[in-house]
């Protein structure tokens, strides 16, 4: 009989890495509190590190237009 593979989402992996990224407790202890192996917090942990500068790099994208309208319509009215 085999065993169905578990499958995590994003905000459960951010959790675990996040945990294990300050450095408060060891590799072991989150895994132990959320019954996962230490390799995948390892693993995780590592993701994070390599990916978080791509966090502040993205740019603003564009605004659209209801809220140039609305910024130019606040604007007459304060006049």
């Known amino acids: 009989m085999s065993t169905k593979?578990?499958?995590?989402?994003?905000e459960f992996k951010a959790k675990v890495?996040?945990?294990?990224?300050?450095?408060?407790?060891?590799?072991?202890?989150?895994?132990?509190?959320?019954?996962?192996?230490?390799?995948?917090?390892?693993?995780?942990?590592?993701?994070?590190?390599?990916?978080?500068?791509?966090i502040f790099s993205q740019k603003r994208g564009p605004k659209s237009e209801a809220d140039a309208e609305e910024k130019k319509t606040v604007l007459q009215a304060n006049r």
């Not at 132990?32 to 590592?46: A, N, R």
């Open 5 to 10: 593979r578990s499958t995590f989402n994003k």
């Open 17 to 54: 890495a996040l945990e294990a990224y300050k450095g408060q407790k060891t590799i072991n202890e989150p895994s132990k509190e959320y019954q996962v192996h230490s390799d995948m917090v390892s693993k995780w942990k590592k993701q994070l590190q390599a990916n978080v500068a791509e």
